[in-house]
């Protein structure tokens, strides 16, 4: 371990874990540190802050949840070329770091697959996973009829992993380290009114604003190729999970449409799906974590 202390900046306990390949993983650590532990893995453009929603409630239900940025995001090292199938050894390495046995991991959002991949590669360890309005392979995007258009939009262009894609997403990247109180309020216009409700209330604004800001602080390539992952076909097996996972998803997701969540749910050996009715891509998570963390630790 390279490092544990309090971050000046978000008054976060966090640290550094140093890799045989010379990469550094960061991680930041939330709720009850003598809990149950859970690995958190964050959706884009998030970052090792994202789970800090949820600090006061993993406390309380005596969860340990520890925020993991994949390479290229927040303060990890990049790792050009990396696949899908290789993060659960970075998670193993945070865990050995932090003398977890066994653990529980959640994805959220473009998290999921990642999520997915340590019940696939790591059963010896892992307990259970949640996928939590989990993005869905490639083949499942014709069922997202319902996808907002700059959602399908920016996986087909990403999935290219052109110039021209690299070039648009540092923009995007530049905007998101660059958003404001207005930017986010436009943003915010785009969800469904489950969504809206929960993305206006002050604390969760300022709390995603830093999430988001962290995991592009370094620019549009890391999150280009994160992007081009996920949107070209995966080299994670869905049926080659090996532990029990919870699926949540909202029936008004419109980010990721609940047909992939469906599809991912059917892929599955053992899995749990439920679909609430009303629910948005953000609402759900953060209306109902204390039902998905009580049922991943249960």
């Known amino acids: 371990m ?71 995001y927040g303060q990890s090292t990049p790792a050009s070329g990396r696949r899908i199938r290789e993060w659960p050894r970075d998670v193993e390495a945070v865990a050995d770091a932090l003398g977890l ?56 262009v990403a999935a290219g992993f052109s110039p021209v894609s690299r070039w648009l997403l540092a923009l995007f990247a530049l905007g998101v380290r660059s958003v404001g109180e207005r930017g986010y309020e436009l943003w915010v216009r785009r969800y469904s009114a489950a969504d809206r409700e929960v993305l206006q209330r002050p604390e969760v604004r300022s709390l995603l604003l830093a999430a988001f800001r962290e995991g592009a602080r370094n620019g549009g390539a890391a999150l280009a190729e994160d992007l081009a992952l996920l949107a070209r076909p995966w080299d994670l097996p869905l049926d080659g999970v090996q532990v029990p ?43 109902h974590m204390d039902v998905i963390l009580s049922a991943l630790v249960r």
């Open 245 to 287: 996972v919870d699926l949540w998803h909202g029936e008004a997701d419109a980010v990721v449409p609940p047909e992939m969540g469906r599809y991912v749910a059917s892929r599955l050996k053992n899995c749990r799906a439920r679909f609430l009715p009303g629910e948005g891509h953000f609402s759900l998570p953060l209306a």
């Open 101 to 156: 046995e066994r653990f529980a991991v959640i994805g959220v959002s473009a998290g999921g697959p990642y999520a997915a991949a340590c019940g696939c590669e790591l059963p010896e360890r892992v307990s259970r996973v949640a996928i939590v309005c989990g993005l869905g392979p490639p083949e499942s995007m014709g069922r997202g009829a319902q996808m907002h258009w700059y959602a399908r939009w920016g996986l087909r």
């Open 2 to 72: 390279v490092g544990r202390g309090i971050a000046v900046e978000t008054g976060v306990t966090e640290g550094r874990v140093a890799l045989p390949d010379g990469r550094t993983l960061a991680w930041a650590e939330f709720g009850d540190p003598r809990g149950r532990p859970v690995v958190y893995c964050h959706g884009f453009p998030g970052s090792r802050l994202e789970p800090r929603v949820a600090d006061e409630l993993a406390s309380r239900l005596e969860v340990h949840l520890i925020g993991v940025d994949r390479p290229g």
